[in-house]
C-alpha cells in the first residue's frame, strides 16, 4: 500500500501527463482547478488516470468532491487494497 507521499508522486506524475502542470507545483494543499487550473475535461482524465493508477474506483459523486490533491490523497489511500 502507498504512502502519501508516494500518492502525491504518482498524482503530480498524472497532473503532468494530462496538464502539463510541472509536478513541483502540485501539492497537497493545491486546488485543482483554482491553483492548478484543472478544467472539467482534464479533471476526468486525471480521476480516470487515478483509477487506472491505483486500482481504486471513484464514483461521480466522489469525485466531484475532489477538489484539493489532499482530497485525491485521502481518497486514494482509504479505499486502496
Not at 502507498?2 to 497532473?15: G, K, M, P, W
Not at 492548478?36 to 481504486?56: N, Q
Not at 464514483?59 to 486502496?80: C, M, R
Request: some cysteine; glycine content about 4%; overall charge negative.
Amino acid at each position: 500500500m502507498a504512502d502519501n507521499a508516494q500518492v502525491l508522486s504518482d498524482i503530480a506524475d498524472i497532473v503532468n501527463d494530462i496538464t502539463g502542470v510541472d509536478q513541483a507545483e502540485v501539492t497537497a494543499e493545491k486546488s485543482f482547478t483554482d491553483d492548478l487550473d484543472v478544467d472539467s475535461l482534464s479533471m476526468v482524465e486525471i480521476v480516470y488516470a487515478c483509477e487506472e493508477k491505483f486500482g481504486v474506483e471513484i464514483p461521480d459523486d466522489k469525485s466531484k468532491d475532489l477538489k484539493t490533491v489532499q482530497d485525491a490523497i485521502d481518497f486514494v489511500t482509504a479505499n486502496q487494497g
